[in-house]
């Protein structure tokens, strides 16, 4: 695709929203590949993850948000840092909200900081696939009453409904100017941070309940082999004994059942063999160590 540069648009969308409701979906749905990792777990998304989404002759910086909630610990409050920095300067912040969920106190915290944001505001109210249509007019009203949107959408980015019109019109808004990245580059991250985002996600797919939030992954090692393989060496850090037990299984078999998933996965999305090799370390003050911060794309804060 050759597009001119004299009628090329290029701009940043934020999405953001609570935890759950549907942001990593829709920004792989947009860019049209996995560039975010999704689980049914709360707060999945940690750090501020970028997508490049191309729609005629605009480019969409599509910047994914860690979901925004009432913060207690540490890591919590790098995680919030990080959802409303990665808003800072877009040329449009799209709130998105879980249409079955609604509002609650949850939604709150994130109302009121929208309100004294000065960048441009769309609705998307997500999941109508399984919404009351009742209810996503209730909450698109109440919504209105605190918040100037300019737009509303309706979407399920689970199934694709209402995603080609919210595309279009993300283009459409976007300002003249050159893309900011090239054509075939779809998100900013490093393959080292894929790698570990998507042993992450596999723990939480496989765990479910069984392993807490506080659990990361950290990249010790990413090299190229002369056969052009990738060999990958990871860290899966814990926070107690007992949780090191679960992420093992009996006989090692879980951690196997992981590495395998993830593998698989990093394989099909880098186009060459990866080796990967897992270990589980407790560290029960990983929350509180700058160097971790760093590996995973966070902020310190005290």
């Given at each position: 695709?050759t597009i001119d540069m004299e009628s090329q648009r290029c701009g940043v969308v934020a999405?953001?929203?609570?935890?759950?409701?549907?942001?990593?979906?829709?920004?792989?749905?947009?860019?049209?590949?996995?560039?975010?990792?999704?689980?049914?777990?709360?707060?999945?998304?940690?750090?501020r993850v970028m997508g490049v989404a191309i729609e005629g002759d605009a480019q969409i910086?599509?910047?994914?948000?860690?979901?925004?909630?009432?913060?207690?610990?540490?890591?919590?409050?790098?995680?919030?840092?990080?959802?409303?920095?990665?808003?800072?300067?877009?040329?449009?912040?799209?709130?998105?909200?879980?249409?079955?969920?609604?509002?609650?106190?949850?939604?709150?915290?994130?109302?009121?900081?929208?309100?004294?944001?000065?960048?441009?505001?769309?609705?998307?109210?997500?999941?109508?696939?399984?919404?009351?249509?009742?209810?996503?007019?209730?909450?698109?009203?109440?919504?209105?009453?605190?918040?100037?949107?300019?737009?509303?959408?309706?979407?399920?980015?689970?199934?694709?409904?209402?995603?080609?019109?919210?595309?279009?019109?993300?283009?459409?808004?976007?300002?003249?100017?050159?893309?900011?990245?090239?054509?075939?580059?779809?998100?900013?991250?490093?393959?080292?941070?894929?790698?570990?985002?998507?042993?992450?996600?596999?723990l939480y797919h496989q765990l479910h309940a069984e392993l807490p939030y506080a659990a990361?992954?950290?990249?010790?090692?990413?090299?190229?082999?002369?056969?052009?393989?990738?060999?990958?060496?990871?860290?899966?850090?814990?926070?107690?004994?007992?949780?090191?037990?679960?992420?093992?299984?009996?006989?090692?078999?879980?951690?196997?059942?992981?590495?395998?998933?993830?593998?698989?996965?990093?394989?099909?999305?880098?186009?060459?063999?990866?080796?990967?090799?897992?270990?589980?370390?407790?560290?029960?003050?990983?929350?509180?160590?700058?160097?971790?911060?760093?590996?995973?794309?966070?902020?310190?804060?005290?």
């Open positions: 695709m999405i953001v929203g609570a935890p759950n409701a549907g942001k990593s979906t829709l920004v792989n749905a947009l860019v049209g590949q996995k560039v975010a990792i999704t689980s049914p777990k709360a707060q999945t998304t940690r750090t910086v599509l910047v994914d948000t860690p979901g925004i909630f009432a913060p207690r610990r540490r890591l919590d409050r790098a995680m919030v840092q990080a959802a409303w920095g990665g808003a800072q300067g877009a040329d449009l912040i799209a709130l998105i909200v879980d249409g079955k969920a609604g509002l609650g106190p949850k939604m709150e915290p994130i109302i009121e900081a929208l309100t004294h944001r000065p960048e441009r505001k769309w609705l998307i109210l997500n999941k109508v696939d399984i919404a009351i249509k009742e209810k996503l007019l209730f909450h698109t009203q109440k919504l209105y009453e605190r918040i100037g949107f300019e737009e509303t959408f309706f979407i399920s980015a689970q199934t694709g409904d209402g995603l080609a019109e919210l595309k279009s019109a993300f283009a459409g808004a976007m300002p003249q100017g050159p893309w900011h990245f090239p054509e075939d580059q779809v998100s900013d991250a490093t393959d080292r941070m894929l790698a570990a985002e998507i042993t992450r996600e596999q990361a992954v950290d990249t010790e090692q990413y090299k190229e082999r002369e056969d052009g393989s990738v060999e990958i060496h990871q860290q899966i850090l814990v926070a107690r004994p007992t949780q090191r037990a679960i992420v093992l299984g009996k006989g090692g078999q879980r951690l196997k059942e992981i590495g395998s998933r993830a593998r698989a996965e990093l394989a099909a999305l880098l186009g060459v063999k990866v080796h990967l090799y897992l270990h589980v370390k407790v560290k029960e003050d990983w929350e509180d160590d700058r160097f971790i911060y760093r590996d995973i794309g966070l902020d310190w804060v005290d």
